[in-house]
């Protein structure tokens, strides 16, 4: 599936920025759904994660209570609600999608089939 990121952007501590990621195929709903970010030179960092129907959703320590992820099935759309954003928070943010069923570790890279080309995000201070 192809995945479309963007909404991204410049944005002052403390301000908010709403992602979006468009798959390209109505199967996206049975997908789970992931978010990560790649700040430079660290590795790629799971942000938070959906189930395909939205039911269940789990966050990284560091953005819990700040982010919130969703999805709209019928627009094939992911997003990425990020409140009181941190200049710490600054990075390239990726959407991705686990084609499979059986992934015990959707905080990992390697439990994603599909990646989006990414979106920036600067936090000034």
């Known amino acids: 599936v192809l995945l479309q990121a963007s909404g991204g952007g410049l944005v002052q501590a403390g301000g908010s920025l709403r992602l979006s990621c468009v798959a390209s195929?109505?199967?996206?709903?049975?997908?789970?759904m992931g978010w990560f970010r790649q700040a430079p030179g660290k590795e790629r960092e799971f942000v938070a994660g959906?189930?395909?129907?939205?039911?269940?959703?789990n966050y990284a320590e560091s953005v819990e209570g700040r982010f919130t992820i969703s999805r709209d099935n019928a627009k094939n759309t992911v997003f990425l609600q990020m409140n009181s954003l941190k200049p710490e928070d600054t990075a390239v943010y990726y959407c991705?999608?686990?084609?499979?069923?059986?992934?015990?570790?959707?905080?990992?890279?390697?439990?994603?089939?599909?990646w989006g080309q990414g979106t920036q995000v600067t936090v000034s201070s």
């Open positions: 991705a999608a686990d084609r499979s069923a059986g992934s015990v570790d959707r905080t990992s890279t390697s439990a994603y089939d599909d």
């Open positions: 195929k109505r199967t996206f709903s049975r997908y789970f």
């Open positions: 959906i189930s395909w129907s939205g039911a269940n959703t």
